[in-house]
Structures are given as C-alpha cells and as structure tokens.
C-alpha cells in the first residue's frame, strides 16, 4: 500500500480564497483523522470519520472549516474563505480503529495564506 | 488537564550516546494504548513503537524502547545508541477512552526536539 496520500504538498493562496485539501487514506481503515499542527497549539484534532460518517467535528475552528468523505477512499478538508491564522501544515491520518492500532500519517499540506 | 505532557522541549545528546524522553499521560480508563511518533524536519510523522496498558513487558523496536512505569504514569521513550540521523522532534500520544463513534481518538502530546552532536 502506498500509504495515506495527501494533495497539494504545498498551497499557498490569498486571504478571502477558497482552498480544498485532499486525503486518500490507507485501504481497509475505517477510520480517518484531520489534524493541523501549528507551532502555537502544537498538533489539534480537526475532525474524525469513522466509516466515512464524521463523529467529532468538535475541533474544527469555524463555520469556515468544512470536511467531507464521500467514500471510504477519499476525503477532503475545506476553507472559505481562507485567513492567514489558517496557515499551517494540515495532516491527514488513518488506522483501524482500535486503541492498540498505530494511526499512519500522510506528508501532510502546508497551507501559506497571504 | 492535559491528557498528555512532555516537559521537555528540547533535548541534546552526544552521537551513540543513550537518551531518554519523557511523557507522562492521564487517563481513568484501564486500558488504552501509548505511541511515540518521529517527526524529522521533512515534516512526515514516522511511528515508532507502541506500549498497551496490559502489555507486561516494555515494548522495544530495534534502538527504540518504552520504558512503560504504568503506576506513574510514564511512557518514556529510550533511544540507544543516538545517530545523527534521530535529530528530530518526538511526538508521545495516547489512545484511550469510550470509543466514539466506533474508535478511539489519538491525543498528542507537544512533543520534544531532540538534537544529536557529532
């Protein structure tokens, strides 16, 4: 498996853009997290999907923040209209679910606003 | 309260020399699973190792070893034999907890820059 995929590597875009962030995470895990670390605030739960049904969107920052997983192949996080306190590196992860699972990590997006 | 606390920031080793990060966690629930994650300056998370609360003996994955003191608390990450190539930071996490929705949410800690000297 090429592990969790992650698209772009790198965004950089103006304040008041939309921008979208894709994730393909690992075949067969059911469960998927969004993650932002940040040097502030170090590394935050956005939201997580369990068998593509978001369960805990209770760390997503805004209204501006949305995320979505139309199946279990693929996922995306979105921002409209962007800020920069949004810059960050944004990650994507998938495990199977137990505690005893590691959760694999994609590159990650680093996401410039200006 | 932080579920999860690495109280140092930043750490300094002699190459092949050993060294240790702490990570101290809190939970009420009687099983749960503790992680320790390398993120070296390309920015991807590599896992490393893991520890269950009901595993007997410290896990341990080639240079890398848990040192698992379950009454304190303490998962503390052991690096042997220090490279050039660990300088990196490390990340301690922690899954425990009711499942929600069906799983369990990893918790990170704020994780510990380790630089290794030639």
């Known amino acids: 498996d090429a592990g969790v995929i992650q698209s772009p590597r790198h965004e950089v875009t103006e304040m008041g853009q939309e921008v979208t962030l894709r994730c393909k995470p690992i075949s067969g895990h059911n469960s998927l997290f969004w993650y932002r670390q940040t040097m502030m605030r170090g590394l935050e739960l956005l939201i997580y999907?369990?068998?593509?049904?978001?369960?805990?969107d209770s760390g997503m920052p805004e209204d501006r923040f949305s995320a979505k997983m139309p199946n279990a192949s693929f996922s995306t996080l979105k921002i409209q209209p962007s800020e920069p306190r949004d810059s960050a590196v944004y990650f994507c992860?998938?495990?199977?679910?137990?505690?005893?699972?590691?959760?694999?990590f994609g590159q990650g997006t680093r996401l410039t606003v200006v | 309260a932080q579920k999860i606390t690495q109280t140092q920031p930043g750490m300094f080793v002699q190459e092949k020399e050993a060294v240790t990060l702490d990570c101290t966690y809190d939970?009420?629930?009687?099983?749960?699973?503790l992680f320790w994650y390398k993120q070296p300056s390309s920015g991807e998370m590599i896992f490393l190792i893991y520890q269950g609360s009901y595993d007997q003996q410290n896990a341990t994955e080639g240079r890398y070893s848990l040192n698992f003191q379950k009454a304190r608390k303490s998962a503390n990450l052991v690096i042997s034999a220090s490279q050039l190539g660990d300088s990196a930071m490390y990340f301690c996490?922690?899954?425990?907890?009711?499942?929600?929705?069906?799983?369990?949410?990893?918790?990170f800690g704020r994780g510990t820059s380790l630089i290794v000297h030639p």
């Open positions: 999907f369990n068998n593509n049904v978001p369960i805990d």
């Open positions: 992860a998938s495990s199977a679910g137990g505690k005893g699972t590691e959760a694999f």
């Open positions: 996490a922690m899954r425990e907890g009711l499942a929600s929705g069906g799983s369990y949410i990893p918790t």
């Open positions: 939970t009420s629930d009687p099983s749960y699973g």
